[in-house]
């Protein structure tokens, strides 16, 4: 059997002849050609009969054969086409404009879904930001559906990058549980965008809104769907008490004089921010100490706790007057921090309440957000909010994927 003959039975690229093989310095490199006779517009996929003429050739990496990095080359010819003017032609092989094959990039992004960026990039022998291009292909190819039809329960949140110095704001569909928009920034017309795009008659459909309390977002819901449900994230209400906690106990740790003393207050904050019953032995002494001697700590530390459980109340009467017995109770306390947060979740109230009713929230222990955290932490290294965008539909928009593997055929030619 002839070495051309052996590789195209075994790679079986759609519409694709091999026609010679030959070795380069690091693998095989196949020179192919499309079995299609009349070329295709690469912009359009129109066929051209009027050939403009052929660039050089050039090389497509395709899925290793044996372990054995291979290559496609080809000459593209550019075709004059009535509609797109000069392009260059589709080729059965490749998305046009990707030096990479289908199953090249398939394979990659099934990779990473799965994998650590590590692996991925030691696998394809790719570096991270090429796979992140990648991606981005394998989504456009893969979206089928408009995401944002049908929507009626919907969060939004910031996620930031880039070690928190630039953000992008991410619309999840709570009913199905997937992240259905995204887009760089988080500003009031970041979101103005995504209700624009989502239009009047799909914005009517709208019936809750999960969001955290910045006013940016709060404007662009209450203009785009004045009608829907605003409901406050539950873990932003709570982030908001953790961070007034967090200052109250730093501010005790600089009020002690005593080194001895001052550095077990300050190994507290852990103690004092985790759930009571996730303690462990060291944690539950820390906890008692602070009690027997702090009591402004002590005192902070039960306003979060209490405003923990008001959360876990299920009846929304109920949470509203407890929210009001613990925004009085903060403003008493005499702790700064915490007479701020109790005028913010004031100001809030009807949207926490409704979170109670609801039971929506976009929190960090909620599957979707969490998942969506853990992809911005291992997509690090992408540099472009695109990269990363492309990444979170990946593997939180529900799409499937599979490698390209290949059967043989045994009655072919
Ligand atoms: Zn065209």
Redesign the pocket.
């Known amino acids: 059997m002839r070495a051309t003959t052996l590789l195209n039975k075994v790679l079986r690229i759609k519409f694709t002849r091999i026609i010679a093989v030959s070795f380069a310095d690091d693998g095989v490199v196949c020179d192919v050609e499309p079995t299609t006779s009349i070329p295709r517009?690469?912009?359009?996929?129109?066929k051209?009969r009027k050939l403009y003429d052929r660039r050089p050739p050039r090389l497509w990496r395709h899925l290793d054969v044996g372990g054995m990095k291979l290559e496609l080359r080809y000459g593209l010819c550019r075709?004059d086409?009535?509609?797109?003017?000069v392009?260059s032609e589709w080729v059965p092989w490749a998305s046009p404009g990707s030096w990479f094959t289908e199953a090249f990039e398939q394979t990659t992004a099934f990779l990473a879904q799965h994998a650590a960026k590590t692996v991925v990039c030691a696998m394809m022998r790719v570096a991270w930001a090429t796979v992140g291009a990648i991606i981005g292909r394998v989504v456009e190819r893969l979206g089928g559906d408009d995401p944002l039809d049908g929507l009626t329960h919907i969060g939004i949140d910031e996620l930031s990058y880039r070690r928190h110095h630039e953000y992008i704001t991410v619309v999840v569909d709570h009913v199905r549980g997937r992240v259905v928009w995204a887009a760089p920034g988080k500003n009031a017309d970041t979101l103005r965008t995504f209700f624009a795009e989502l239009g009047e008659e799909r914005c009517a459909r709208i019936q809750t809104v999960t969001i955290d309390m910045s006013q940016a977002y709060i404007t662009a819901v209450r203009e785009a769907v004045p009608h829907a449900q605003t409901v406050f994230d539950r873990f932003h209400v709570q982030r908001l008490v953790h961070d007034a906690l967090d200052q109250v106990r730093r501010a005790e740790v600089r009020a002690i004089v005593d080194p001895e003393d001052r550095r077990a207050l300050k190994h507290s904050r852990f103690a004092l921010q985790k759930n009571p019953w996730n303690l462990n032995a060291v944690e539950s002494s820390k906890l008692i100490d602070v009690q027997h001697n702090n009591r402004r700590l002590y005192r902070a530390y039960l306003l979060k706790e209490t405003l923990a459980a008001i959360l876990d109340r299920r009846q929304p009467h109920v949470a509203r007057s407890k929210l009001l017995d613990w925004i009085a109770w903060a403003r008493r306390s005499r702790l700064a921090p915490f007479k701020k947060a109790a005028a913010t979740i004031r100001d809030h109230l009807e949207g926490i309440v409704a979170y109670v009713a609801t039971g929506f929230s976009n929190g960090p222990t909620e599957g979707l957000n969490g998942k969506a955290r853990t992809i911005t932490r291992r997509s690090f290294g992408f540099h472009s909010a695109t990269s990363l965008i492309s990444m979170l539909f990946l593997c939180c928009a529900g799409l499937v994927l599979k490698p390209a593997h290949v059967a043989p055929r045994f009655h072919s030619t």
Not at 41 to 46: D, E, H, T, V
Request: charged letters at 5%; glycine letters at 28%.
């Open positions: 517009c690469g912009g359009c996929g129109c051209v075709v086409c009535p509609r797109c003017g392009t």
